[in-house]
């Protein structure tokens, strides 16, 4: 029962474009948002989230979007950099840090 | 503001072995996490702590494992016996409590059970 999913497992994009990745959920009681970003031998690091409130929060080069009626969240990182290849993780949770469920992950790469 | 730390980074394990962890949050966050991470998944949350109290162990496989955090600060995960599909990075986080739920991960540790 995945209750986080990301359909994508690979995502290539030429730097300077847009790097659009997506999370799909399933459960209505998520009320939190989160992306993380990893490198390999390393734990994950926090990226951006957003709460349920509202559909959009930008910081810098990354916005996230949240679409609560299709339960789907994406993440836009704007220009893409070569640093940016890493594998990124979306994670919900509820009642305000309960129950974290991460999905599957899906490894950026993006090419100079 | 030094990071989660977590020892040992890896170990190599004969099956019906035991083994522990040790993982140091960051000073003063109230809330402690531990994820299994098996390759090609996303991290799975065993337990939650909130100081030295369990808010959340319903993933957590109570017949081999078990975790403990004393005084609220340092935490132990313990797996007894071990099995060939325990082999996966062991992640600690911890986070301040509150609605900003972001947690700070430790660098894992990776278990390999032969």
């Known amino acids: 029962d995945q209750q986080v999913k990301q359909n994508s497992p690979s995502l290539s994009v030429q730097e300077g474009r847009i790097s659009i990745l997506n999370c799909d959920y399933t459960n209505s009681m998520f009320d939190y948002f989160l992306w993380y970003k990893k490198y390999p031998a390393e734990g994950p690091t926090f990226l951006i989230s957003?709460?349920?409130?509202?559909d959009k929060n930008e910081d810098g080069r990354f916005t996230v979007f949240l679409n609560k009626s299709a339960k789907h969240l994406s993440l836009h990182i704007v220009p893409s950099q070569p640093g940016d290849s890493a594998v990124y993780f979306c994670a919900a949770s509820e009642g305000g840090g309960f129950k974290t469920i991460f999905g599957a992950g899906t490894r950026l790469f993006v090419k100079a | 503001e030094a990071g989660v730390a977590q020892s040992p980074r890896y170990k190599i394990i004969e099956k019906r072995q035991s083994v522990a962890f040790w993982c140091n949050p960051i000073s003063g966050h109230a809330t402690l996490y531990w994820y299994q991470q098996i390759l090609g998944q996303g991290p799975k949350l065993l337990i939650q702590f909130q100081n030295n109290g369990v808010v959340d162990d319903s993933q957590l496989p109570k017949d081999r494992f078990s975790a403990e955090r004393l005084k609220g600060v340092d935490s132990t995960l313990k797996i007894q016996p071990a099995k060939l599909e325990d082999s996966a990075v062991y992640l600690c986080?911890?986070?301040?409590?509150?609605?900003?739920?972001?947690?700070?991960f430790g660098p894992g540790t990776r278990l390999t059970v032969l």
């Open positions: 957003i709460s349920s409130i509202k």
């Open positions: 986080a911890s986070s301040r409590w509150g609605l900003d739920n972001e947690q700070f």
